[in-house]
């Protein structure tokens, strides 16, 4: 079983922390479909330290989603300990993880996320003094490298342990793939053989054979699923339930998958308002649309549209439409 610190979860599936989608309405939805650990988005540590109020609300962890990590970013130890603490003290979430993977250039210019991958000195400097700073585990998730000729997981994890990180999530790619090409597994192999404290590992698991294959493959503690599970939180439940007991449980009908859309969205207006919460579904409700024929219409309407109810009855009239022609097929056999 996965075990971070003292924190035990109940089993090795951890939701990825996903920038613009980990919030507690996502989050819970994961948890409720059986996920062991949920990982919030990450925050910049000077955006706590200057109290903005949009990056404080990120802050917040509903009881129902423990146990969960909250995930922090910067370039400079000093405001990294600072954050790392006000996380510590001022919110309830288990676990303290520092991002050390995002890929995207406006983190990686402000030294921050996968720019770290280059210098294991800096990495065990900045988790040192997070660590020291704090009573909560603190945890890393990074990236194999920074391109082909700089990969350093191996050298990055054991800093990660020197200076008392209770955890490592390795993403098998670098920051140069970004999100391109095949994830290597067998680094991750390389990482967890080259450290005592647990690795998770994550990349390119996109089923729940993949799961498995990753943990038998690579001896990895746990394994982070991210962008599998968009639209597709069935995807964590149905690995957790293959992972136990070997069995594939059925893929959900599409009626089904409107109805957590819906729970989603819901708890996104109850979290945002209306009008936030309707803009940012429209990127959900088109991965929970994923791979039901002629979907697009139903997509390019949803984009027009600004009030819940609309989108409920477009999302459902589309569903209508398709049980009609299921049934209208079975009974022309």
């Given at each position: 079983?996965?075990?971070?610190?003292?924190?035990?979860?109940?089993?090795?599936?951890?939701?990825?922390?996903?920038?613009?989608?980990?919030?507690?309405?996502?989050?819970?939805?994961?948890?409720?479909?059986?996920?062991?650990?949920?990982?919030?988005?990450?925050?910049?540590?000077?955006?706590?330290l200057?109290?903005?109020e949009?990056?404080?609300?990120?802050?917040?962890?509903?009881?129902?989603?423990?146990?969960?990590?909250?995930?922090?970013f910067?370039?400079?130890?000093?405001?990294?300990?600072?954050?790392?603490?006000?996380?510590?003290?001022?919110?309830?979430?288990?676990?303290?993880?520092?991002?050390?993977?995002?890929p995207?250039?406006?983190?990686?210019?402000?030294?921050?996320?996968?720019?770290?991958?280059?210098?294991p000195?800096?990495?065990?400097?900045?988790v040192?003094?997070?660590?020291?700073?704090?009573?909560?585990?603190v945890?890393?998730?990074?990236?194999m490298?920074?391109?082909?000729?700089?990969?350093?997981?191996?050298?990055n994890?054991?800093?990660?342990?020197?200076?008392?990180?209770?955890?490592?999530?390795?993403?098998?790619?670098?920051?140069?793939?970004?999100?391109?090409?095949?994830?290597?597994?067998?680094?991750?192999?390389?990482?967890?053989?080259?450290?005592?404290?647990?690795v998770?590992?994550?990349?390119?698991?996109?089923?729940?054979?993949?799961?498995?294959?990753m943990?038998?493959?690579?001896?990895?503690?746990?394994?982070?699923?991210?962008?599998?599970?968009?639209?597709?939180?069935?995807?964590?439940?149905?690995?957790?339930?293959?992972?136990?007991s070997?069995?594939?449980?059925?893929?959900?009908?599409?009626?089904?998958?409107?109805?957590?859309?819906?729970?989603?969205?819901?708890?996104?207006?109850?979290?945002k308002?209306?009008?936030?919460?309707?803009?940012?579904?429209?990127?959900?409700a088109?991965?929970?649309?994923?791979?039901?024929?002629?979907?697009?219409?139903?997509?390019?309407?949803?984009?027009?549209?600004?009030?819940?109810?609309?989108?409920?009855?477009?999302?459902?009239?589309?569903?209508?439409?398709?049980?009609?022609?299921?049934?209208?097929?079975?009974?022309?056999?």
């Amino acid at each position: 079983m996965l075990k971070i610190g003292d924190i035990e979860m109940k089993n090795q599936v951890v939701l990825a922390p996903m920038a613009g989608v980990c919030n507690p309405a996502f989050r819970l939805i994961a948890k409720e479909f059986g996920t062991g650990l949920v990982c919030a988005e990450m925050v910049s540590d000077k955006a706590i330290l200057n109290k903005n109020e949009k990056s404080l609300k990120m802050l917040y962890v509903d009881e129902r989603e423990k146990p969960l990590s909250l995930q922090i970013f910067g370039g400079d130890k000093e405001t990294m300990a600072e954050a790392a603490r006000v996380v510590d003290q001022q919110t309830n979430a288990d676990i303290i993880d520092i991002n050390m993977g995002c890929p995207v250039p406006k983190i990686t210019k402000c030294d921050a996320g996968a720019k770290w991958l280059l210098n294991p000195d800096k990495i065990y400097e900045m988790v040192k003094v997070a660590v020291e700073s704090v009573d909560k585990p603190v945890t890393v998730k990074m990236r194999m490298g920074w391109d082909e000729d700089n990969i350093l997981a191996v050298e990055n994890a054991q800093a990660i342990e020197a200076a008392g990180g209770q955890a490592v999530s390795v993403h098998g790619r670098t920051r140069v793939q970004m999100y391109e090409g095949t994830a290597n597994w067998d680094i991750l192999k390389e990482v967890k053989e080259s450290v005592n404290i647990p690795v998770i590992g994550n990349g390119d698991v996109k089923t729940p054979q993949d799961a498995k294959a990753m943990l038998d493959q690579t001896g990895v503690d746990g394994v982070m699923i991210g962008r599998a599970a968009l639209g597709n939180p069935w995807m964590l439940y149905r690995t957790i339930q293959y992972l136990e007991s070997g069995t594939l449980t059925n893929e959900p009908s599409p009626r089904e998958k409107m109805d957590v859309c819906m729970i989603h969205m819901d708890r996104l207006i109850h979290l945002k308002g209306e009008q936030v919460a309707v803009r940012e579904m429209r990127k959900h409700a088109a991965w929970y649309l994923k791979g039901m024929r002629g979907n697009s219409k139903v997509r390019n309407q949803i984009n027009q549209l600004h009030k819940r109810d609309d989108v409920a009855a477009a999302l459902y009239d589309f569903v209508d439409s398709l049980e009609q022609q299921e049934t209208a097929k079975a009974s022309a056999v």
